[in-house]
């Protein structure tokens, strides 16, 4: 059973950077693809960000896309989302999610992974 825990959320003003970090344990994380996904309150839970179980290949909503950079460390078993430029919008709880299937390609499809972590809050001021 893989467990995933967040960490790393909090307040920054807008235009301010924050990384958050996911920590993986209990499975292989290197052969599995990461996901990381934002909800706010009262919408559905959204796609901000993918990588390949390699690391080679990343995915990025357009929303987020040159702003936020999604990376991994296969040894430390943890995968990251550098946010920078952030906007009041990006206001939600965000959680990383482990694709499910080994070596499967990375996807922006929220079904296709199958372990989530608890999220961490991330609040932008204006």
């Known amino acids: 059973q893989v467990q995933l825990v967040e960490s790393g959320g909090g307040l920054v003003q807008a235009g301010g950077s924050l990384r958050v970090s996911c920590a993986a344990s209990?499975?292989?994380?290197?052969?599995?693809?990461m996901g990381w996904f934002r909800q706010a309150p009262g919408k559905e839970r959204e796609f901000v960000a993918a990588i390949s179980w390699s690391g080679d290949s990343t995915y990025y909503a357009d929303s987020v896309k040159g702003r936020f950079t999604i990376s991994r460390d296969n040894a430390k078993s943890t995968a990251y989302l550098q946010m920078n430029s952030l906007k009041p919008e990006d206001t939600a709880v965000y959680y990383c999610?482990?694709?499910?299937?080994?070596?499967?390609?990375?996807?922006?499809?929220?079904?296709?992974?199958?372990?989530w972590g608890q999220g961490t809050q991330v609040t932008v001021s204006s």
């Open positions: 999610a482990l694709r499910r299937g080994r070596f499967e390609i990375a996807t922006t499809d929220v079904a296709s992974f199958g372990a």
């Open positions: 209990g499975r292989t994380f290197s052969s599995y693809a």
